[in-house]
């Protein structure tokens, strides 16, 4: 059974940090990309940044470009999201997502597997 288990989301102050973590079961994910999505309050889902399987590109979206920085680690079959420079606007949950296709996440929500979730709040 492929799971997909986010944790590392909590409270934190504007201007703070937080390190996401996304481990994927059941299979390897090498071949995937993997990337992240979120969800604000009253808000509609929206990309975040994605990784490539085979190349290691990345793509983020416009508004934390700078801040967020999205890496992997194949051998233990998990992908990160590192965040700096918090902002209120930041605050959602954010779900780990995998799909067989790079291309076009920005654009696309439908991916082959996703977690449930971690909640990210950042108070000013």
């Known amino acids: 059974q492929v799971q997909l288990v986010e944790s590392g989301g909590g409270l934190v102050q504007a201007g703070g940090s937080l390190r996401l973590s996304c481990a994927a079961s059941g299979q390897t994910f090498k071949g995937y990309a993997m990337g992240w999505f979120r969800q604000a309050p009253g808000k509609e889902r929206e990309f975040v940044a994605v990784?490539?399987?085979?190349?290691?590109?990345?793509y983020y979206i416009d508004s934390v470009k700078g801040r967020f920085t999205i890496s992997r680690d194949n051998a233990k079959n998990t992908v990160y999201l590192q965040m700096n420079s918090l902002k209120p606007e930041d605050t959602a949950v954010y779900y780990c997502?995998?799909?067989?296709?790079?291309?076009?996440?920005?654009?696309?929500?439908?991916?082959?597997?996703w977690g449930k979730g971690t909640l990210v709040t950042v108070s000013s």
């Open positions: 997502a995998a799909d067989f296709l790079f291309a076009n996440w920005a654009s696309r929500n439908n991916m082959d597997y």
């Open positions: 990784i490539s399987g085979h190349t290691g590109s990345t």
